[in-house]
Every structure is written in structure tokens, then in C-alpha cells.
């Protein structure tokens, strides 16, 4: 069973166009991610919710928008995408806000604008 | 915001040769950890290290927490082809965030 799975893995779609992507933990962990892969592959957070509750908002564009119905999910909204949106996006979760906590990763989703 | 600066960036390697990767940083960092990412796939945890001064292993790996706790290496022993792939370091400092080093991209002749 994977242990965070992200839904779709690749994406591919039109500059303006509006897009989710989707995000399930059966870890039980409370806390969860969003990260950013850029081509040169560097990682950055983007989103962090705990038990439901926005706790990191980076320096984001607000036509990105997180969600989290649950403690077990955390989607992702994309509205008007630009080409520039273009990366491979990143789930993930850690048991909870302690420090240091190990976090564990989706497998990403590829996400390619025209 | 906060860098680690990883270095090397790339490193091409005979099979069974021993492989050593570093991580710097102008900040003090609480914790530090290893992941490794295969193409395709999320990153994976490697090590997790807590203490300044900590040396842990796990396998052929072996990863310190620099004493200043401005840093951290880790080392891979007898490299064999599944050890290709792209490694991070990544720190923590205060919130839960992790900052992230540029990754060193591991390549194996065999």
C-alpha cells in the first residue's frame, strides 16, 4: 500500500486552464505538505497544514490554493496556470509538527503547461 | 531565505568505489537529513540526524552532524549500480520547514 499517493501523476495542460492535484496519506500522520521540484530539480515548500490548520504559507502565488478536507488529505488548486507553473509538485507528511520530523514523500506529479 | 549549499553537485564513480557528499550552511540547523531521490519517484528518507556530533549509519551509509551544526556529510561505502540517483541533504531549523541542498546526482560506471 502506497503510503502517500498523489494523484494525477503527470498533468498536461493549457496556459489559463484551472487544474487540482490530489493528495491521500494512510500514514495517520498529522501533518502534510506541498513542495515545489523545478527542472533543475531543487526543492522548495510551498504549503503545511497540521490537522487541517494552514501553518506554512511560503512566498506563493495566491492562484494556488491548498485544501484539506481531513488530516489525511491535502489537495492543491491551480487557477490561471502559467507556463512558468511548469514542475514536478510534491506531497508529503510527517507524524507531526515536532521538529525534525521525517517527512515522506509522494512519488510527485509531473505537471507540464503548453 | 536559508540555503545549504551541497556539494558536489555531480559525481561519476567506478562501481565499488567509496562516495563522499557534503552539506554546508552560514546558519546553525537543529537537524539534518539524507533523502535520496531515484528518477521518477519522491524522495526517500536515508538518515535522520538529531545531535551535533552524531554519527549515524544505516548499511553502506554512514551520515555525521557536523559539531558546529553548520553541517553534515554523508558517505556511501563499496557503491554498487542502485545507488545511482540524486541525493539531498535537508535541514531544519525551527518550524517544521526543511530547506533543501541543490542535491549531488550520483552516476556509476559499472
Known amino acids: 500500500d502506497t503510503a502517500v499517493s498523489q494523484t494525477p501523476k503527470y498533468l498536461v495542460t493549457q496556459m489559463g486552464n484551472d487544474k487540482s492535484i490530489k493528495c491521500e496519506q494512510n500514514?495517520?500522520?498529522?501533518?502534510m505538505y506541498w513542495y515545489k521540484q523545478d527542472s533543475k530539480k531543487f526543492l522548495k515548500i510551498m504549503f503545511s497544514y497540521n490537522n487541517k490548520e494552514l501553518i506554512i504559507n511560503e512566498t506563493v502565488p495566491n492562484r494556488f490554493s491548498p485544501k484539506s478536507p481531513d488530516k489525511a488529505h491535502l489537495n492543491l488548486h491551480i487557477n490561471s496556470l502559467e507556463l512558468g507553473d511548469s514542475a514536478v509538485y510534491f506531497c508529503?507528511?510527517?507524524?507531526?509538527?515536532?521538529?525534525?520530523?521525517?517527512?515522506?514523500f509522494g512519488d510527485g506529479t509531473r505537471l507540464s503547461i503548453l | 531565505g536559508q540555503q545549504l549549499n551541497q556539494s558536489p553537485q555531480s559525481m561519476f564513480i567506478q562501481e565499488g568505489e567509496d562516495v563522499s557528499m557534503n552539506c554546508t550552511s552560514s546558519?546553525?540547523?537543529?537537524?539534518w537529513l539524507w533523502y535520496k531521490q531515484d528518477p521518477g519517484e519522491g524522495p526517500v528518507l536515508l538518515i535522520a540526524?538529531?545531535?551535533?556530533?552524531e554519527l549515524t549509519s544505516n548499511g553502506r551509509l554512514t551520515a555525521q552532524f557536523g559539531i558546529t551544526r553548520k553541517d553534515s556529510f554523508l558517505n556511501i561505502s563499496a557503491s554498487i549500480p542502485s545507488d545511482v540517483g540524486i541525493y539531498f541533504c535537508a535541514g531544519n531549523q525551527g518550524a517544521q520547514k526543511l530547506v533543501f541542498g541543490q542535491g549531488t546526482r550520483l552516476t556509476i560506471n559499472p
Open positions: 500514514l495517520g500522520h498529522d501533518t
Open positions: 540526524l538529531y545531535k551535533a556530533g
Open positions: 546558519s546553525i540547523f537543529n537537524t
Open positions: 508529503a507528511s510527517s507524524q507531526d509538527q515536532g521538529l525534525g520530523q521525517p517527512q515522506h
